[in-house]
């Protein structure tokens, strides 16, 4: 994460397993998080947020590009190095002309990655 100070870049955590608001704030204090998080309000998994993004699973990974648009949703856990490389990618387009590479523009007109 320091690697990304001062970078376009903004990591949000959002807890759908019904903890309460208290205790996500002990584990954030606790592990030094430094991101903001959220409490989805309800059930494990049946709160608002949860249901309205579709949440089939935890952990549940969205990436947003710098224009509002999801470009990566993995179900569980990509691996790091898909997800540097995906940060790397969208974070690069933020900073220059706003131009995603080739390859994106490829995989966005054959449907492979989901879109708002």
């Not at 998994?45 to 249901?51: F, N, P, Q």
């Amino acid at each position: 994460m320091k690697n990304l100070k001062d970078r376009p870049f903004t990591l949000i955590g959002v807890h759908v397993d019904g903890i309460p608001a208290k205790q996500l704030k002990e584990i954030m204090d606790k592990e030094n998080l430094p991101w903001r998080s959220f409490v989805d309000v309800g059930d494990a998994g049946a709160g608002l947020i949860a249901t309205k993004w579709n949440h089939s699973a935890t952990p549940m990974f969205y990436v947003i590009d710098h224009k509002g648009v999801i470009r990566y949703k993995w179900a569980g856990a990509p691996g790091e190095e898909v997800m540097d490389a995906a940060l790397a990618e969208l974070i690069t387009a933020a900073e220059g002309n706003g131009n995603l590479d080739r390859r994106t523009r490829d995989n966005e007109r054959s449907g492979s990655r989901k879109r708002r």
